[in-house]
């Protein structure tokens, strides 16, 4: 996730924006860049990779007086990360840094293009700057051109902006992403897009709310929203660096699994246009003469890879197996030119998902990646990729990867099925609800918190579920296993019979998936069944369930795939309190890795 910092007053700015960014470093970027106004002049530094190599840059580079600055950290959503994608992006005379993405931005560019504007960069950024200094031609005054600028805009973004057009002010909006404006006694005014860079810095701060506006200059800051002037709220400023990370939150893996429902919407975001998936980075022809899809992955993103195969085959009609990267190398696999081949990875890095993507390439099939990571190995090998935005991934235990990568390949069932002229209007509806269901509520975290107390010691624990649930069992057990050290199993609930049902005694802790909008019959006899052998039985279902020992009721939906959701944040919240009453380091479990490069 891309990073914000800006910066009014007399300090050396440079130093204060680099090492700002710096502590925004944990949440992943692949350049940086800076841009300062001293005495009316603008000097600006960009580099590609660590922000080392932004410091090397502007080395010889410092403020004497007073001034203004705005920095940034890009992960990179629209173009490659290289210099001229990196922000502050630059008009004639203004500069920007931007974070979220701007849906309109392809309508607006060739507005501008029309216009004349010269556009060097892929980012939909770069349309900010052009869009600013279009309007203050006809405006004349800065802050109608913002605002103006700001009103054309669809889409998720932290917006800081300079300009030699007000040579002392930072112009400043949210909507969607975090930005926050500290202040402290000696009149400096510090922006970021989390608390770390402001600690020792500021002594209080304002968390701006979505469609928050206006500017700040060394005498004062302007806040609007709808039109109205506001009064901005500041609180003292907490002191330690790792909770600021953190966001407050215990663990990271905590705050990953609270941020779903932004990042759901990144993803989302400029892919569902007008009841139709776009997909910028696939061509019309890419999936000519694709007769079936073989999906290949390890871990929870092979669980994401098992679940969408129930899309692609009910929602696409695409024949679609799946394999687990690891043995599909050395099994001597048959693979045919008529075969999608998608691996899926959070870091694009795993060497066994990596290998596998190369025996396809090698064997002439047209390869598509799902991944988090721009740049990484297997999207420079991949034929295509489509990128999940979910942001850095800290914890160990993945989750909001998972959720971001099941989002874009719901979609991409989605747009299979549009290619073939299927109508897909009332799913993308319900795609659009699921960002709403991945919000935490804290009476449901409280509950799972309360029950956890319940699992710390069994035998084992049975996750079960069917159909596209079956996957998400695999993942509730995987998710359990890793950071609570507890055994754990994910099993399809029909197979309970063929044997794992000798296991069933109450220290055998079954969770039991029931939606009610799939095979809810089913499921239910499957979990009778053990309950009358006497299973421990936690049910997760929005239909009340008497035989139950403990029961999470979740929302009334009509559709099985925000019951996945739902689900799906629950079984991460489950493991997570587990473990922690545990005592462990949910964060760094024991003999894990977070990118396994080895096989
Ligand atoms: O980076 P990748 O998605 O390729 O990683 C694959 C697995 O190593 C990863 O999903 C692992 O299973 C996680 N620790 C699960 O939480």
Known sequence: MCGIVGYIGKREIKSFLIEGLKE????????????????????????????????????????????????????????????????????????????????????????????????????????????????????????????????????????????KASPNTIFFAKNGSPLIIGKNSKNEIFFASSDAPLIGYADEVSYLDDGVFGYADKEKIKAFKDSQEINLEF????????????????????????????????????????????????????????????????????????????????????????????????????????TLFIVISQSGETADTLEALKMAKNAGLKTLAICNVDNSSIVRIADKTILTRAGIEKGVASTKAFATQMMVLWMLSLYLAQIKGFDISKEIDVLLKVPKVL?????????????????????????????IFYPLALEGALKLKEISYLHAEGYPAGEMKHGPIALADPELFTIALMPKNLLYDKIKSNVEELSARDSTILAISPI????????????????????????????????????????????????????????
């Open 235 to 338: 609180k003292p400023l907490t002191m330690e660096k790792e909770f600021a990370q953190k966001g407050g939150f215990r663990f990271f893996m905590e705050k990953e699994i609270y941020e779903q429902s932004r990042v759901v919407s990144e993803t989302i975001m400029g892919r569902a246009i007008d009841g139709k998936i776009v997909f910028e980075e696939l061509e019309k022809n890419f999936f000519e003469g694709i007769e079936n899809i073989k999906i290949c992955a390890c871990g929870t993103s092979y669980h994401a890879g098992l679940s969408s195969s129930y899309l692609f085959e009910r929602i696409s009609k695409i024949p679609t197996s799946v394999e687990i990267a690891s043995e599909f190398r050395y099994k001597k696999p048959l693979l045919n030119k008529n």
């Open 544 to 599: 009340e369930f008497e035989i139950a020992d403990d029961f999470i009721k979740i929302k009334e939906q009509n559709h099985y795939m925000l019951e996945y959701f739902e689900m799906m944040l629950i079984i991460q919240l489950l493991a997570m309190e587990i473990a922690i009453r545990l005592g462990n380091d949910v964060d760094m479990p024991r003999n894990l890795a977070k990118s396994v490069t080895v096989e």
């Open 24 to 163: 925004l470093e944990y949440r992943g970027y692949d350049s940086a860049g800076i841009a300062i106004i001293e005495n009316e002049s603008m000097h600006v530094f960009k580099a590609v990779g660590k922000i080392k190599n932004l410091e090397e840059k502007a080395k010889d580079f410092k403020t004497k007086e007073f001034g203004i600055g705005i920095g940034h950290t890009r992960w990179a959503t629209h173009g490659k990360p290289t210099e001229l994608n990196a922000h502050p992006h630059l008009g004639e005379f203004s500069y920007v840094v931007h974070n979220g993405i701007i849906e309109n931005y392809k309508e607006l560019k060739k507005e501008l293009e029309n216009k004349g504007y010269k556009f060097i960069s892929q980012t939909d950024t770069e349309t900010i700057v052009h869009l600013f200094e279009e309007n203050f031609k006809h405006k004349k005054d800065p802050f109608k051109a913002f605002k103006d600028t700001i009103s054309k805009l669809k889409g998720a973004y932290a917006i800081l902006l300079i300009s």
């Open 439 to 467: 919000i935490v509520e804290n009476s449901l975290h409280e509950k799972i918190k309360r029950l956890s107390k319940r699992y710390l010691h069994g035998h084992g624990f049975f996750y079960i579920g069917r159909d």
